[in-house]
């Protein structure tokens, strides 16, 4: 298996494959580009179906990381790491501190964050071996997990999506739908009933969508509903990939605004989304709320300097990208990637043109 042939890689700096026979840890960490600063991204477990399933996700993944970090100006390069294995079965201390020890023999080129297999106590565990692991309170006190800042951002750039939809700032009465009711999806969905959103949600745990019926007002459908629904606004905070070919066909709403990362099961969506008068708000942009509140965790900064960074970058990364696509016709997800690369790539800044 090559991987510099691989179909997602993408001239990484870095892939190192990691395996520690004692623990049974098999593992893999793609630093994909460092010209911004030093690789953060989340470390991931998942019970791949074959190591090339992993390369895939690894080198996907950092890749993202770099265009989501230079999209919020961040001084932060992208990576990711993968564990292989089904984290219920195969999660032990040992592998975790073993994991920790192939982060730290990095030197600080990659720094990891929670992800999905991963959570808060996982990472304590990494960081007794490794100084290079962020987004999680090491202290009672501090701030940690990084989902309210993520789904602030969402809120600030769903705002942003309807002022250039629909004109308006004013949420009161606006219909919107919330796919996945979760960390970011329900601390969502009450900052939009806040402001007096009429809510629609679903999620595949019963309890959460109930919670948002009782503490929120929000009206509960299926989850095969929610894309179909006669709103103005849906929000993905679910998983990835889940606005399809199919949802285009179904879909009412004029914005498309959530935290889910890879929200378009491919590219042309975007323009497809475009030709249907659907406002996609690229999705490495308004979820980078998180990203944006784990670099000021880490230079010890207070959530005051990371809540000013948020508003800012996302407003006005949205508003470029969103006015660049009116006048240029192109997708709002091909020019999402442009203004990325052109903070990060200092050979393509010079081949964009500026619309
Ligand atoms: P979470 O696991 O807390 O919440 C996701 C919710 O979606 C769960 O309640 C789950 O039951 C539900 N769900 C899954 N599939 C569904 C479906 N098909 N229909 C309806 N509901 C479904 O995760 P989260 O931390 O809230 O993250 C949500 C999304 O945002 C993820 O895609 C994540 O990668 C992305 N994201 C999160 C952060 C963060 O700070 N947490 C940052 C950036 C991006």
Redesign the pocket.
Known sequence: MSVFEHRSFDAHEHVAFCHDKKSGLKAIIAIHNSHLGNALGGCRMFDYRCDDEAINDVLRLSRGMTYKSAAANLPLGGGKSVILGNPRHYKTEELLRAMGRFIDSLGGRYVAAE??GINEADMRIMGQETAHVAGFSAQAGERG???P???YGVFIGLKIAVEQRYKTTDLKGMRVAV????????RLAEMLAREGAELWV????KE?AERAAKELGAHVVD?DQ?FSLPVEVIA?????S?VDDIVLSQLQAGVIA????NQLAHDDLGAALKARDVLYTP?YVI?????IDVYYQRQGLPYARAHKHITQTITETLQEIFQRSASTGEATNVIADKVARRRFDPDFSSVDCVA
Do not use: E
Request: aromatic share 6%; glycine share 18%.
């Open positions: 992800d999905s997990d990084p989902s800042a993520t789904a796919q996945g009711v979760g960390n970011v999806g329900y679903s999620d595949l745990y959460n989850p929610i993905p905070c679910a998983l990835g889940t959530g935290s889910a990362n999705d979820n980078s709320g998180g990203i």
